[in-house]
């Protein structure tokens, strides 16, 4: 008797979280997985963008043995408009970030870029040419990255409540011989 009571007295359908609960967990990694990947491709276009201009510049370097003051600015120019900054706090850079060879300084506070020759004088044939670039970007780089901050958010906010942009360098040197 009690069996067929149990089989025509049940109301209720089994539930269906063990069918839907995997199905969710599986959603929620997949999303985890593209927005980490999404965040990582962009630290590399970045790093990408700035590789592909210091190979255009260290080429001009290696034909001219120098860059001519329209190199600079265009080199200058490039930098800015791939969304490179000056500093920490997204200025644009300008001429002025360029300096000597000997006076380049890696952990500095601004942008540097350095290379050999000077606009009127030309590397010789078979000396090492250089190119040296340091720059700042809004992306964070993947050494930055911190699994607590899952936004990898490049800012802040100050005491007042605006929000500030913060910028991380990037460094890139590129050596070859002058073919003047």
Excluded at 104 to 127: K, L
């Amino acid at each position: 008797m009690n069996i067929i009571k149990s089989k025509f007295l049940k109301l209720k359908k089994d539930g269906m979280i063990d069918d839907f609960l995997p199905l969710m967990a599986f959603v929620l990694i997949v999303a985890i997985i593209l927005f980490t990947f999404i965040e990582t491709n962009n630290a590399i276009n970045s790093k990408a963008d700035i590789n592909a201009i210091s190979r255009k510049y260290t080429l001009l370097l290696e034909t001219q043995g120098h860059l001519t003051s329209n190199d600079q600015k265009d080199l200058v120019d490039d930098l800015n408009d791939a969304g490179f900054r000056a500093n920490e706090s997204g200025s644009p850079l300008t001429i002025s970030a360029i300096r000597n060879k000997d006076n380049f300084n890696e952990n500095a506070n601004t942008a540097q870029i350095s290379y050999s020759g000077d606009s009127n004088n030309s590397v010789g044939y078979g000396q090492p040419v250089a190119l040296q670039i340091k720059v700042f970007t809004d992306v964070k780089m993947l050494s930055e990255a911190n699994i607590f901050n899952p936004t990898m958010d490049t800012g802040y906010y100050d005491e007042s409540g605006n929000y500030v942009k913060k910028y991380s360098p990037i460094v890139v040197k590129y050596h070859s011989t002058s073919k003047e």
